[in-house]
């Protein structure tokens, strides 16, 4: 839609030409549309006009006295720090238009003697002014996009921050209400506990420290948590070593805590049931890409469970691995291996390209 004087207010016009009588014709038809024109004759009175403020736009006649227009665009710079250029030219050639535009003209008119040459000129002001001005508003709304996405960014970070911090200081409550704590079973119950806080706290840990807020790393977070997992219950079982090795992958955030609380479940029972003597065992934690899934095991070479029979415990930890294998969309397969435990933890994982788009 062309630029509307009457909706957007008068706009002040610089004409650059040396033809005198042209001049004021031009700004008798600018005065017409309730335009204002200042009228200079060679390009360093431009110059120096436009560098005084106040002018909205500029019509450029290509042959001036000793130079053309051409040598006050080089002159110029380039667009959005000046006002918009309309070139001027009495020659029908296509080509001096072209070259215009590509030295930085925003729009060309070609002059002749007819009185439709004004109208074509205000018109081509107007439109150039315009055209400037909604690529300032549209560079404006996608810089506060910019801004309002990196505040939102950041918060998000620092909401991540506290929430692990806060969980970690959890944690550490329980692990001291463990040490006060006499008997066995009460014990084993907070050390869980506190196990789940850590699965939980490690994904908030994981997002504030990652460029990308709403996904997970796993290999590195996975890592993490078995480590402290294993820590956790070295008092208990010294002989049982934990060897871990995943493949590189991401997954959403929500994701990220359900595949977490299951690991911190099998890695817990595995230290606790697989190895009933104090000579203890490996347990080995890794992931696959297997098919477009991603196949997450722990797996031991203890006693064995196939998953089926009664449940060593208070029966929680299987609740909650029940809970969480539906959160995740996932499928707990314990697999047959000719010694110990193997399961398996097998989703989609397709969904982390998702995040790449934001």
Known sequence: MPFSAELNGPISVLYVEDDEAL??????????????????TNSADALARIAEGGIDVVALDHTLQGETGMDMLEKLGPRGGRPPVVFVTGSMDARLAVEALKH?????????????????????????????????????????????????????????????????????????????????AAQHALQETQNRIAAVAGVHRHLYSSAHVNRVEIADYLEHLVKEIGASMSGDR????????????????????ALGVMVSELVTNACKYAYPTDAGGPV?????????????????????????????????????LKAMTRTLDAQLVYEPTESGTRVAIVFDAGEQDDADES
Do not use: C
């Open 23 to 40: 001049a004021a014709l031009v700004r008798k038809a600018l005065k017409r549309r309730g335009h204002s024109m200042t009228h200079v």
């Open 104 to 184: 930085g003209a925003d729009d060309y008119v070609i002059k002749d003697i007819s009185g439709e040459f004004y109208d074509l000129l205000i018109a081509a002001l107007e439109q150039a002014l315009e055209r400037a001005r909604l690529k300032r508003l549209r560079a404006e709304s996608e810089r506060a996009i910019r801004e309002a996405r990196d505040r939102a960014e950041a918060l998000l970070a620092e909401v991540n921050h506290r929430v692990a911090n806060s969980l970690a200081l959890v944690g550490s409550m329980v692990r001291m209400q463990a040490s006060m704590i006499v008997d066995p």
């Open 238 to 257: 010294s002989g049982i070593s934990i060897e871990t090795s995943f493949v590189p992958g991401a997954v959403k955030t929500d994701k990220a805590v």
């Open 284 to 320: 080995r934690v890794y992931s696959r890409d297997d098919d477009g899934k991603l196949r997450v095991v722990v797996e031991d070479e203890g006693v064995g469970w196939t998953g089926v029979g009664s449940i060593k415990g208070t029966g929680l930890g299987s609740k909650i």
